[in-house]
């Protein structure tokens, strides 16, 4: 006898713990950025529930990859991982941040209206130092898998091709404070690239690709 599966969804039409396949995929079918997965016992999914997606969407083997070819090694476990998203269908963008050892999300801004995913990046980034400066953890590592946002930051200046006017004034608004940010402050925390091509998704990921 097949043993009887518990679904979690923790984004959805109606986050929540469901004990049918056919339930749970009515609150995840056409929805963008639906994160859930089955569980094996109700015990198991109630803990589930109440922890980041991240934790258990994103498996293990992932983040233990052995070294590449390349020489990329292995993620640091004591750090910060940033990733943002654009919703092609609302035109705006949102980002976040999660410790990569445990999975849980530490910071999320947005949705904002008429940003992109570059400036996304970029904000999280720096997001992910103002925390970092704030609870007094200079040498935590933060990964990025923005090459661009990365540079940016290193430049102290978002360089976004992004028009400015009166749509786009709090995306601006956003931009200018990290970037007054980053001139006020120093810090010692190394931004590294994620190298999602050998470790699997960035676990700050949205999900919607």
């Given at each position: ?44 999914a109630q803990q589930a529930y109440n922890e980041h997606p991240a934790r ?26 940033v990733d943002a998203a654009w919703n092609s269908v609302q035109k705006d ?98 931004i590294l690239k994620w190298e999602t091509s050998t470790w699997g998704e ?8």
């Open positions: 006898m097949t043993k009887k599966k518990v679904y979690v969804v923790w984004k959805g039409v109606t986050p929540g713990i469901y004990t049918s396949w056919e339930d749970c995929k009515k609150q995840v079918e056409g929805f963008a950025g639906a994160a859930y997965k089955s569980f094996s016992s109700m015990e198991e258990h969407i994103y498996k293990k083997e992932k983040r233990d990859a052995p070294v590449s070819k390349t020489g990329v090694g292995n993620p640091i476990h004591d750090s910060i991982c963008m949102e980002y976040q941040g999660v410790f990569y050892k445990t999975g849980n999300r530490i910071f999320h801004t947005g949705p904002v209206a008429h940003g992109t995913n570059n400036i996304g990046e970029f904000l999280a980034i720096v997001h992910a130092l103002g925390y970092c400066k704030k609870h007094q953890i200079p040498s935590m590592p933060i990964y990025s898998d923005s090459r661009n946002a990365i540079g940016w930051v290193k430049a102290k200046k978002c360089k976004t091709n992004l028009e400015e006017n009166a749509k786009t004034a709090p995306v601006f608004e956003l931009i200018r404070r990290a970037e007054k940010w980053l001139i006020e402050n120093t810090y010692k925390n190394p960035n676990p700050a990921d949205f999900g919607r690709k």
